[in-house]
């Protein structure tokens, strides 16, 4: 069992920079392969970055070159690093764990990008 807790949302102006935090607890952290999906009013939830255990990371073409993830496996959180913001970010962020059939989210955290 996994449990996660995102922070670091909030208001951001077109341009701007957000570091999101996903704080995970109750297993094996460092094992799970961890994502970040998004879900605007509206629309489907989306996936945006994925990194593995051992750091390799992929993008959705949507935040390639403007957004990193990353991971503190001693901390147990990784992070979503928001640059270059755009009003079309604008989305609650979820934080997912998974490692072979189980699967874990986080309750989300608002980012609203405007001016």
């Known amino acids: 069992q996994v449990q996660l807790v995102e922070s670091g949302g909030g208001l951001v102006q077109p341009g701007g920079s957000l570091r999101l935090s996903c704080a995970a607890s109750?297993?094996?952290?460092?094992?799970?392969?961890m994502h970040w999906y998004r879900q605007a009013p509206g629309k489907q939830r989306e996936w945006i970055a994925g990194?593995?255990?051992?750091?390799?990371?992929n993008y959705a073409d949507s935040v390639k070159g403007r957004f990193t993830i990353s991971r503190d496996n001693a901390k147990n959180t990784v992070y979503l690093q928001m640059n270059s913001a755009q009003p079309g970010d604008t989305a609650v962020y979820y934080c997912?764990?998974?490692?072979?059939?189980?699967?874990?989210w986080g309750q989300g955290t608002q980012v609203t990008v405007s001016s």
């Open positions: 997912n764990a998974r490692r072979q059939e189980y699967s874990y």
């Open positions: 109750g297993s094996i952290f460092s094992s799970y392969f």
């Open positions: 990194i593995i255990p051992d750091g390799g990371s």
